[in-house]
């Protein structure tokens, strides 16, 4: 995206950035609410049928440390496994189709819904986990826009992009960053792992 929708790209194809991205971040947002809504309605339901509350659960916790660990296991490649999920990117097609802020809004929706296009790290998978097992239709709708908006706004950073070679100064920049971002998620995950072992132990304890 960030090679596709930026101000020396919108101008050329005759399109306004601001209404493109904006269109591009409250398309994504929303779509990751969508999905952490009905995550979360789920979860709300399977703790209304188990009349318990599911973040507190024994079960609940365990599964999403085995998605973390799982994750985690994905994301190394460990014995050549990697992150399932589809192949597709969004169609590029489509810029020079549709107006700005058509497309952007499609892309937007399409990165925000998580599972439409390739899934970059398992840390997605154990996000929309915890809007199920979080039981709460809340929880899963913040959960879900957080996700929806971080993959989003990264387009802001185009904003200086007028010309090939701020594009491409740009491009190269976040290509060296790529591995420190990698890191941070792993650091993420790991977090997760642990504090979902530590509630499972204190659930136990109880």
Known sequence: ?????????ERARAQRW???ATAFIVASTLAGTALGA?????????ALVAKTTLSHHPVALALLACF????????ARVGGVRVPGPARQVNENWLTTYRGWVYGAGFGAQLGAAFT?????????????????????????????TFGA????????????????ALRALLSRVDEAFPRAR????VSQSAALVLALVALVH????
């Open 1 to 9: 995206m960030l090679a596709s929708i930026s101000p020396f790209g």
């Open 183 to 186: 890191s941070l998620v792993v």
């Open 38 to 46: 009905a995550l979360g309605s789920l979860g709300a339901l399977g």
């Open 150 to 165: 971080a993959r989003a706004l990264p387009i802001l950073l185009t904003r200086h992009a007028h010309d090939p070679g």
């Open 68 to 75: 973390a660990v799982a994750g985690l296991v994905f994301d």
């Open 117 to 145: 296009t390739i899934v970059p790290s398992s840390i997605t998978y154990v996000a929309f986990a915890c809007c199920t097992l979080s039981g709460s239709i809340a929880a899963g709708c913040l959960i879900g826009a």
């Open 203 to 206: 659930s136990a304890a109880a």
């Open 18 to 20: 601001a209404l493109t």
